[in-house]
């Protein structure tokens, strides 16, 4: 089959809404949050053509209102988990099979239902469910996720397209990228819908089927991607959504001769203990499981004496505090250099005392809840133990409440220790750690940034000098994976910046490009000799004369 016959409609970035006062898309978003407060609604797990309840009902609640009743989900065991593989299988080969171009077609379908009518319904889902407020699920759920269907099926063409520059005479040469032989293992996080639906379709795009486990504090935004996906025409069995406790799951994925992979976004430590497993049961595959995955994050801005003080600061009110600072990307420490520190925390502190705090119904919010009691208490006690350390100062927040939502003040530690626990640690929340070193010392500085953590996700230098800006980039090589220069640390786009780091930050196997899709197909060469040689000698062997 030529797979580049069919021209695919070239992909752009999906424009993100502004749901300023007074737009149509503010009021349907605003309609749409009321319309899901106003009703509770039962979740079920999707396998194959089932729609699977199991009678152990578990609540889901927005974070900022956890005494309001969304709905409830039906939590599964591993039989539910065994079901799912089943019926994962029991749909490859029809799936793979399929021309590519209808896989595309469901995908492309799906980009265009949430850009349309499925917009406002996933957006509020994703505020009330994810306590995002309409800006952050705006360039999450609806445009992230638009921007990963539809770019990737322009990746998909791309390596389909790819074959041997070459063919000799009597010869043709050709590549088959073929999905995975198995099941892929879909484990997906709560701060980002957009990657909680590419994680399993980017795998199914190429022909794979999928057992898809997501995070239980983002199930509710997850019920609206698999409506979306049913809608769009994903056959029964593609993509199979389970809500399992993760060690029960784990035992019964990591186990099956059949898995194939596994797609995921989490915590350090989850993630090095799924990459222990599989290697403790390698021996019981078919084949080598691809391991992808992207982790932690401890991220960094460093600015040089040279910086613009205002840029500096409003990276870190954005970078930091965006959604709580539940993003992997997000700016946890800084190095400010002394020229320029007065003036970066006069900027800051303004910036954070015009900060509103509160519910994601009220579009005045900047600052919403972190997701659930778990993290706030982790976060909490960060704050409390930096409270009480010698050479630290918390100049801005410090101050948390659960007793309505988990909310927690945007917090500016300021260490006089570069190896504070806080300029270390992953915190996961909205708390900022900041070191002022002396301004002429900026390569020492560096040398800091690299060593301090063992992370190395996304980071970000400004500086007007562009010598401090070349240094930068060599000394912190290897430091990022994602490297910004004037900018946050934050906001990576579809085809534009691919996201992923290395160290302890994951496989780096870049979300948001072909790199990723090559993880989830196998290829095959093919070499076709159309006149077969009937003779086993080469002229070589002649006698001389």
């Known amino acids: 089959m030529l797979k580049g016959f069919f021209k695919v409609p070239e992909p752009k970035n999906e424009p ?23 009703k509770e609604i039962e979740v079920p797990m999707y396998i194959g053509s089932e729609k699977v309840t199991t009678g152990n009902k578990k609540p889901l609640s927005p974070p900022h209102d956890h005494r309001h009743i969304l709905g409830y989900f039906h939590e599964g065991d591993k039989s539910h988990v065994e079901q799912a593989i089943n019926a994962a299988l029991g749909a490859k080969t029809a799936w793979e099979n399929m021309q590519w171009e209808q896989r595309a077609a469901i995908f492309l379908k799906a980009a265009d239902l949430i850009a349309g009518p ?65 099941f892929v293992f879909a484990l997906t996080p709560f701060n980002f819908t957009a990657i909680a639906g590419n994680l399993p379709t980017s795998a199914a795009l190429m022909g794979n089927t999928v057992v898809w486990k997501p995070a239980y504090t983002q199930i509710y935004s997850a019920n609206v991607l698999m409506e979306v996906f049913r809608e769009a025409g994903v056959p029964d069995g593609v993509i199979n959504l389970i809500y399992v406790d993760g060690p029960a799951t784990g035992e019964v994925i990591f186990n099956h001769p059949d898995f194939g992979g596994i797609h995921f976004t989490g915590s350090t430590g989850v993630f090095q203990t799924i990459w222990k497993t599989i290697g403790q049961n390698i021996h019981k595959y078919k084949s080598y499981p691809r391991i992808v995955g992207e982790t932690g994050g401890k991220d960094f801005v460093i600015a040089h004496k040279s910086a613009h003080a205002k840029a500096v600061a409003v990276g870190l009110s954005r970078g930091a505090f965006e959604y709580q600072g539940q993003k992997c990307s997000a700016a946890s420490r800084a190095y400010i250099p002394s020229n320029l520190w007065e003036e970066v925390k006069q900027y800051l502190l303004e910036d954070l005392s015009s900060m509103k705090m509160g519910g994601t119904e009220d579009f005045t919010n900047f600052i919403n809840a972190v997701i659930d009691e778990k993290s706030f208490d982790k976060i909490s006690q960060y704050i409390a133990n930096a409270k009480e350390a010698a050479g630290v100062e918390i100049i801005a927040g410090g101050n948390f409440d659960k007793s309505k939502g988990y909310f927690i003040e945007p917090t500016v530690i300021v260490t006089q220790d570069p190896m504070y626990t806080t300029m270390c640690e992953e915190i ?81 196997d870049k979300a948001g490009s072909m790199i990723n899709l090559l993880r989830w197909v196998s290829p095959r060469t093919i070499k076709e000799t159309f006149v077969s040689p009937v003779d086993y000698r080469y002229p070589f062997l002649g006698e001389d004369k």
């Open 428 to 508: 996961f929340g909205p708390v900022l750690t900041i070191y002022v070193y002396h301004a002429e010392h900026f390569e020492t500085a560096l040398e800091l940034v690299d060593q301090t953590s063992p992370y190395a996700l996304t980071g970000a230098v400004f500086s007007q000098d562009r010598y401090a800006i070349e240094l930068a980039t060599q000394k912190l090589k290897n430091a990022a994976g994602n490297f910004y220069i004037n900018d946050k640390p934050t906001g990576a786009v579809v085809g534009q910046q691919p996201f992923g780091g290395a160290r302890a930050s994951g496989t780096n």
């Open 118 to 182: 499925y917009r406002a319904k996933l957006n509020a889902a994703t505020m009330l469910g994810q306590s995002k407020n309409a800006y952050q699920a705006e360039i999450d759920a609806a445009c992230e996720f638009i921007d990963f269907l539809r770019f990737n099926v322009k990746y998909m063409c791309e390596i389909y397209e790819q074959q041997p520059p070459v063919s000799g005479d009597g010869v043709w040469n050709r590549l088959e990228q073929r999905p995975l032989e198995g």
């Open 16 to 38: 993100v809404k502004s749901y300023a006062p007074g737009s149509p898309e503010r009021s349907e978003l605003q309609k749409a949050i009321q319309d899901a407060r106003s």
